[in-house]
């Protein structure tokens, strides 16, 4: 028999889960766990409908700050107070921002402090030098105060013990969620508004940013005949503008933009030839995770993240050209066995029953 455990959640936008790795995180952990009582922290200023509690867990709203960009920090921070003298038994920090208070919290907080530490915010391209060295330093300290840090890529999990000598648990994300039912004329109609042949056109989807290389995967098709579906966020940045306009003119490029139907969005995904994955930082993506439960090919960015998801069994691209000698040139058969062990690779690995039985065992 096991004792009911009371877990806070800080560090995300909240649930119902909007967009996100880390909402989908808590989401899905909430609703595989029977033996927590769950608290979820919210932020008030996304969310018009302030329900009371979700899948039974108790939602409690942060006024006044947004949960990303540089009000995280005080968002986190403000979270955690709210914590302190409430009954819970662990709390689970997801991110770094507002780790730098973790020394005066941990001697306001007497439970057990969980944190994930994401994806190495401090080396994504898009942090100026102050905003990286804060991220940094805040990332020491979670891993110094925290009594659990989670890895969710083996890659981390290798960072953590090289630069901070401390032993981590490697917690990955799942992807089954991205899985549903779409009838036959539903998708052969949504294939024929796009324009698209089933199993004849790649697709990517993805935040359009320097680091997730979508200016490489578009020069690449630009050298083919091959069609490229792109779904992006590409009004939000000087950079996915330049690219939107430089591009848009390709008939075999087709540029989209964000896509909130998840059944528009499962039909592209599960209809594609290949899956492009251009991320270069952070650890297990969770749209790569999702992409290998569709049963396609995956060529994704040569970097060590990337592998440590795949098992060194997808296919990797480093450049335009690598990327486009694999698109004209990889032959069927390897192209089918690359499918057929992504799926069984997420299978085993991806699933968010196993993921919440993991998480249950930190608290």
Request: aromatic content about 12%.
């Amino acid at each position: 028999m096991y004792k009911k455990r009371y877990i806070a959640v800080i560090g995300t936008v909240g649930v119902p889960a909007n967009y996100g790795g880390f909402e989908a995180l808590v989401e899905n952990i909430i609703s595989y766990n029977e033996d927590a009582e769950f608290t979820v922290f919210c932020s008030a200023r996304s969310y018009s409908r302030k329900l009371q509690s979700y899948k039974g867990a108790r939602l409690v709203y942060v006024p006044f700050l947004h949960a990303n960009g540089a009000e995280s920090i005080p968002y986190d921070i403000v979270s955690m107070l709210m914590c302190v003298g409430r009954g819970f038994d662990t709390v689970l920090i997801l991110g770094v921002s507002g780790c730098i208070f973790l020394p005066i919290f941990s001697l306001l907080f007497r439970g057990r402090i969980v944190v994930n530490i994401d994806g190495l915010e401090h080396k994504r391209d898009k942090w100026g030098k102050a905003a990286r060295w804060f991220l940094r330093t805040s990332e020491a300290v979670a891993v110094r105060y925290a009594d659990v840090v989670v890895s969710d890529n083996k890659g981390i999990y290798d960072y953590v013990v090289d630069t901070y000598g401390k032993q981590s648990e490697l917690i990955a994300y799942g992807g089954d969620q991205a899985l549903c039912s779409v009838a036959p004329d539903v998708a052969a109609e949504t294939l024929l508004k796009h324009d698209l042949v089933d199993k004849q056109y790649a697709i990517t989807v993805c935040r359009i940013e320097p680091e997730n290389n979508c200016h490489v995967i578009l020069d690449a098709f630009a050298g083919t005949d091959k069609l490229l579906v792109f779904v992006g966020n590409w009004d939000k940045s000087e950079y996915g503008i330049e690219l939107k306009n430089r591009y848009s003119h390709y008939d075999n490029i087709h540029i989209l933009p964000p896509i909130y139907d998840l059944d528009v969005l499962y039909v592209l995904r599960s209809n594609a030839r290949w899956y492009i994955h251009g991320h270069s930082a952070g650890g297990t993506n969770p749209s790569l995770v999702e992409a290998m439960y569709f049963r396609i090919p995956i060529i994704a960015f040569d970097v060590v993240y990337n592998r440590a998801t795949t098992e060194d069994s997808a296919l990797y691209f480093s450049n335009a050209e690598t990327l486009r000698q694999l698109i004209l040139s990889a032959p069927d058969s390897e192209l089918e066995a690359v499918a057929s062990v992504m799926k069984e690779i997420a299978d085993r690995r991806y699933r968010w029953d196993i993921v919440a039985k993991q998480y249950a065992e930190l608290y």
